[in-house]
């Protein structure tokens, strides 16, 4: 069984920084790609950022300059850092795992979404 938990959403002030946490847990080999995504209503899920087992990264060209996403391999944990938060960022975020099982399966494992709401 492998899952991957989120958190850290909530209620911020347009301006205002939050971070999101997602760790993986389970009969896990290791963790190739992670990437945060975000869908806000009405819209279809669009990629935030993401990282490689490198830590090379990429982002959106909505949030470069302001979100920081980072990764523990060791930890099989990752973060997204945002600051400088618009309201037209308000979105589900997800969390989203590109990992090879113990049994050397690979999967694709999503979080359970956290609501980021961006308002005054």
């Known amino acids: 069984q492998v899952q991957v938990v989120e958190s850290g959403g909530g209620l911020v002030q347009p301006g205002g920084s939050l971070r999101l946490s997602c760790a993986a847990s389970?009969?896990?080999?290791?963790?190739?790609?992670m990437g945060w995504y975000r869908q806000a209503p009405g819209n279809q899920r669009e990629l935030v950022a993401n990282?490689?087992?490198?830590?090379?990264?990429n982002y959106a060209d909505s949030v470069k300059g302001r979100f920081t996403i980072s990764r523990d391999n060791g930890k099989r944990t990752m973060a997204l850092q945002m600051n400088s938060l618009k309201p037209d960022e308000t979105a589900v975020y997800y969390c989203?795992?590109?990992?090879?099982?113990?049994?050397?399966?690979?999967?694709?494992?999503w979080g359970q979404g956290s609501l980021v709401t961006v308002s005054s």
């Open positions: 989203n795992m590109q990992l090879t099982t113990k049994g050397l399966t690979y999967r694709e494992i």
């Open positions: 389970g009969s896990i080999l290791g963790v190739r790609a």
């Open positions: 990282i490689q087992m490198d830590d090379n990264a």
